[in-house]
C-alpha cells in the first residue's frame, strides 16, 4: 500500500532561518502530492502541491520539489516567519480510487522571534 | 462562503454511548471523507464516498457507520463508543479538478 514518511519533529527553528522538512513516499502508480499546515485549533489548509514528476510547488514562500528518481517532496523555506508555527503534513493522493489521500505524522514547527 | 462545516467542536462521552459527528458542505463536491487525527499521527481514513448513496469503508472503520444521503452531508455516527475513538475527528471534501482536499475545524471526542 501507499505510505508517506516525515521527517521527525518537533523542529525549532529561530525568525529568518532555513526550513527544511524532509517526506519520502512509497506508491503505486503515480500520485500527486501535498503539502498541507495545520494551525492550532483548525483543520487542515493545502499549502501546495505537485502532480507530476519535476513539477515545482510553492505558496507564501514555500517550495517542494517532486522527485520521482529519490520518490522525496521535501518543503523548503528560505526565511521563517513566527506566523509559520504550525504542524506540516506531508500527503499522496491517488489519481484514481476516490482521491484517497495518505499522509506522514506530521512534523511540528516552532520559530521564536 | 462556509466550506466544510462540522459540528460539534467538542464532546465527551460515556463508554456505550452513541453520537453522529455531522459534516455539511456547500462547494458541491462529489467526494467526502472522514478521518481521525490521534497526538502526534497523521490522518487515518475511516470511511469515505464518491457520491450520494455511495460509501466505503477506508483504513480504520471499526466502531463507525457512515450514511450519505445527499451531495452535502456526510454524517459520522458512532454506535457503541470505547475509550479507543478518543480522538479528534476530521470531515473533508474534496475538489475533483485540482485534487485539493477542504477540511472543517475539526471534532474533538473524548470517551470516558
Known amino acids: 500500500g501507499n505510505s508517506v514518511t516525515q521527517m521527525e519533529g518537533p523542529v525549532t527553528l529561530s525568525e529568518e532561518a532555513f526550513l527544511t522538512i524532509n517526506c519520502t513516499y512509497t506508491?503505486?502508480?503515480?500520485?500527486?502530492l501535498f503539502w498541507y499546515v495545520q494551525y492550532p485549533g483548525e483543520g487542515l489548509q493545502l499549502l501546495l502541491k505537485?502532480?507530476?514528476?519535476?513539477d515545482k510547488g510553492s505558496n507564501k514562500g514555500f517550495e517542494a520539489t517532486y522527485r520521482k528518481e529519490t520518490t522525496s517532496f521535501h518543503l523548503e523555506k528560505g526565511s521563517v516567519q513566527v506566523s509559520d508555527s504550525a504542524v506540516y503534513f506531508c500527503?499522496?493522493?491517488?489519481?484514481?480510487?476516490?482521491?484517497?489521500?495518505?499522509f506522514g505524522d506530521g512534523t511540528t514547527l516552532t520559530v521564536k522571534p | 462562503n462556509a466550506g466544510v462545516t462540522q459540528t460539534p467542536k467538542f464532546r465527551i462521552l460515556k463508554i456505550g454511548q452513541s453520537m453522529t459527528l455531522q459534516c455539511t458542505q456547500d462547494m458541491n463536491h462529489n467526494y467526502m471523507y472522514w478521518y481521525r487525527q490521534d497526538p502526534g499521527m497523521g490522518l487515518k481514513l475511516i470511511y469515505y464516498?464518491?457520491?450520494?448513496?455511495?460509501?466505503d469503508k477506508g483504513e480504520v472503520p471499526n466502531g463507525y457507520n457512515v450514511s450519505r444521503s445527499t451531495t452535502e452531508d456526510f454524517p459520522l455516527r458512532l454506535e457503541l463508543a470505547a475509550p479507543s475513538q478518543t480522538s479528534v475527528y476530521f470531515c473533508?471534501?474534496?475538489?475533483?479538478?485540482?485534487?485539493?482536499?477542504?477540511f472543517g475545524s475539526g471534532t474533538q471526542l473524548s470517551v470516558l
Open positions: 473533508a471534501s474534496r475538489d475533483r479538478a485540482s485534487e485539493k482536499l477542504f
Open positions: 506508491a503505486t502508480g503515480y500520485p500527486s
Open positions: 464516498s464518491v457520491g450520494a448513496g455511495i460509501t
Open positions: 505537485a502532480t507530476k514528476a519535476d
Open positions: 500527503a499522496l493522493s491517488e489519481t484514481t480510487n476516490a482521491g484517497k489521500s495518505t
